[in-house]
């Protein structure tokens, strides 16, 4: 069920009911009022006949509306990238998330889309109802108003991090938009900080099973890079040159992401990218309405409320770790990787708050990869040959994991490469592209899954049929069945 096909009776009845189900998947502009809402909002509801529904709340804001004070859109729950969108579309939103219009640059971005300016604007006025630029502006102003309330950062901190370029432009920016200027909206209000490191809540869809996301990295944890300890997951980071250890841990409702070391303008980038490895804005209500149709899968869900597929910080990192993961356990992969990074990660000295180690780690680039004599580690000739030619490709640039990058170009570039198959190039596209629909159906752990009474197994080819109704969610049916005691894998 995506947005677009949702109709105003249901928008109403979500609105009345302050389904939470609904919080982020559509916002309420108030016609009386000015004021565009979440469909939680606490305040009395508006009459039917003064309001508007909105996809999104840069939709709401392109069409003159300013934010609710009282149910903060700010803090609802993020929509889903891909939820009625056009792949040129989404690749342009995740652009945008990592800051592609900063420099406000449509053109720049619609080239790197391969479309003209005007047809990407089209796109995104029919998709997601705003332009680009509105897209990116509603998303700087919705991360500076959560700064504001949730953490100590002045507000010159804070016009860097959300990407202004000057306070004055930030104070401008927010009195025209909330009729006060950021000190007169924090004003009155408890700022939250519990450590020394920047930090700042995630909100995301319930239910969400933090401890199996946990486990599942805690499993494959690479040793220096990432370590997980006592409910928290933390990991080296190099954004723009600085060195730095991302530290994510559970919250109510919410994921509390602390940052340490890495500058505050790399701020609103890094927590784009850890929404997304930590799956934050999975539709999980549709996701489950559709997998529970299978009669396996049902009970599984019944066992793994919220499941999420876990995300990675980096495409190049986890193509590595995929190529090492063939054919030997996932000890084993992780023990390589940890070997790796020892030798040719670069060294980085990190302070961390708490009761955690910190990485000392960073993984190696492509650069570092393109002529690492990795036998030496214990990795066979043949896998280490395609971790060599994979660096080089990159170094090339003949494959990207650019953002940008189309996802069936990807998987053509990743299988060109000897030794890496549609299972690596399938799993990469889940995992370092969030591709809902990612499956890598030659898995012998979903194969296994399904054999019959005799043991017999189910061809790749068969269960690609079988799978076929649980589209557009594939990939999370593969967690789903890997977190099972049949499928266990991934």
Known sequence: MDNTALSNDVYERARLSRDVRFDGRF?????????YCRPICPANPPKSENVTFYPTAA????????????????????????AGTSTTVQRG????????????????????????????????????????????????LHFAKR?????????????????FGSVRRFNDTFR??????????????????????????????????????????????????????????????????RHGVIDVSPGDGALRLAVHGAGIESLFSIVQRARSMFDLDAAIDDITTTLRQDEDLRGWLEQ??????????????????AILGQQVSVKAATTFAGRIAARYGEKISVTVDGTCDAP??????????????????????????????????VVAGTLSFDAAQDLDGLRAALTSIRGIGDWTAEYVAMRAFKDPDAFPASDLGLLRAFDGPTNERLRPAELLARAEAWRPWRAYAALLIWGSEKGAGG
Request: proline share 6%; net charge positive.
């Open 304 to 321: 793994h409320a919220g499941l999420r597929v876990p995300g990675a910080w980096d495409g190049f990192e986890l193509t590595v770790r």
């Open 360 to 393: 000392t780690r960073l993984f190696p680039t492509p650069r570092k990869l393109q002529r690492a004599r990795l036998e030496s580690l214990g990795i066979i000739r043949s896998r280490a040959q395609t971790i060599r030619d994979l660096a080089r490709a």
């Open 59 to 82: 939709a709401a804001s392109e069409a003159g509306y300013r934010p609710c004070l009282r149910c903060r859109p700010e803090c609802a729950p993020g929509t889903p990238a891909w």
């Open 93 to 140: 939103l995740r652009l945008i998330a990592d800051g592609a219009l900063d420099d406000g640059n449509v053109e720049r971005l619609a080239d790197r889309l391969g479309v003209t300016s005007r047809h990407l604007r089209r796109l995104f006025t029919r998709h997601v109802g705003a332009s680009p630029l509105a897209v990116a502006h509603t998303q700087r």
């Open 176 to 241: 025209k938009t909330y009729g006060r200027t950021p000190r007169e909206l924090r004003r009155g209000r408890d700022a939250v900080t519990t450590t020394t490191a920047l930090s700042v809540l995630l909100p995301c869809r319930q239910p969400y099973a933090w401890q199996e996301l946990l486990e599942f990295f805690a499993g494959r944890a690479t040793p220096g890079v990432e370590v997980v300890e006592n409910g928290r997951y933390l990991r080296s980071i190099d954004v723009g040159g």
């Open 27 to 35: 916002y309420v502009g108030v016609r009386t009022t000015g004021i």
């Open 147 to 163: 700064l504001i309330d949730e953490t100590t950062l002045s507000m010159q901190e804070i016009s860097v991090a959300a990407g």
